[in-house]
């Protein structure tokens, strides 16, 4: 019996010392890295951008080195009605693509790298022209995947997208001026209309001369007054820019003559204009323009007559 007790004891320790020896290696054989932790990003994640812009959507992925990624399907969708494909490009390791497509409000990309991949990389940009107003987003889709080395997916599933507003500037029109009108006076009307695009409002409106500021609105009608006469005459550039409460900006612009002593409208300041003149000199209350009241005042006197000589001879 003490034989027998003898013999278990030194079995066991056999035992014991085997498993102890073999216990690593199980250890290390049974050890397998997390799968499914290889993740895409997709950037910017939100952000305004304008109407007539270009979009751009940048795609990369993440994963570690027990993953041996080595391929992928990148499905996006988009709402073609406010973004129009326009192409993609990689920008990456991943050169072997048999998959490169879109439209009608898909992308599909399919592609590959000659060795496995570690930490972050750069996959592809995607281009959109921003054809209308509102707002949206690009976003994966299932059927995208990232798989290993051996064909299998170590994909996370996660499906990130941009949310973004695209933006309208206002629209701007001068409404009661035409390419070559001759203008003039102290107090020439110069009339616009706008509308903010973006359910917003209009912040100011701004009338330029040759790209210096002259007036500035900041309530509708956007209807300035201009005094012609702190201009030379002859051909000028007007503008008028209007800027919402998001920023955006548009403009409208016309070329005008500034024609201040052609008071026949004939397009030139010679003897015609000052015979007009001379027949209503020294007219005291109600004069017009067209009798020789240059300068607005009502008057028809010597401040006229030096208008119309600072401009003589002008011709458009």
């Known amino acids: 019996m003490r034989d027998n007790n003898k013999h278990f004891r030194k079995t066991a320790g056999v035992l014991l010392a085997i498993l102890i020896c073999i216990s690593p290696i199980f250890l290390v054989v049974g050890k397998t890295h997390a799968s499914n932790d290889a993740y895409f990003s997709l950037t910017p994640t939100s952000g305004n951008f304008n109407v007539g812009n270009t979009f751009v959507a ?5 994963a570690t080195s027990g993953d041996n990624m080595i391929a992928f399907q990148a499905n996006l969708s988009y709402n073609s009605s406010l973004l129009q494909y326009v192409s993609t490009a990689l920008t990456g390791p991943f050169t072997l693509s048999p998959q490169n497509s879109g439209g009608s409000g898909l992308v599909n990309l399919a592609c590959a790298a000659t060795t496995t991949q570690t930490g ?13 107003n509102g707002s949206t987003s690009v976003s994966m889709t299932t059927g995208s ?3 290993n080395l051996s064909g299998n997916s170590v994909w996370n599933s996660s499906l990130p997208s941009s949310t973004i507003n695209l933006i309208a500037p206002p629209s701007i029109s001068i409404t ?4 070559s009108q001759e203008i003039y006076g102290k107090s020439f009307a110069v009339d616009s209309t706008v509308t903010a695009n973006d359910a917003g409002s209009i912040t100011n409106n701004v009338l330029s001369v040759d790209s210096s500021a002259a007036n500035t609105l900041t309530n509708g009608p956007y209807n300035f007054s201009l005094n012609t006469l702190n201009y030379s005459d002859g051909l000028h550039t007007l503008s008028v820019k209007a800027t919402d409460d998001l920023s955006q900006t548009n403009t409208a612009s016309v070329s005008v003559y500034i024609s201040n002593g052609d008071i ?32 607005g005042d009502g008057k028809i006197n010597v401040s006229d007559l030096a208008i119309m000589a600072a401009n003589w001879g002008w011709s458009d």
């Open 58 to 62: 940048t795609l990369t992925e993440t």
């Open 120 to 132: 972050t990389q750069s996959i592809a940009t995607f281009t959109f022209n921003i054809i209308s």
């Open 264 to 295: 026949n409208s004939d397009g030139h300041i010679n003897i015609s204009d000052l015979a007009v003149l001379a027949t209503n000199w020294g007219k005291s209350s109600g004069a017009t323009y067209s009798q020789g009241d240059i300068s």
């Open 176 to 179: 009661n001026l035409s390419s």
């Open 145 to 147: 995947d990232i798989d």
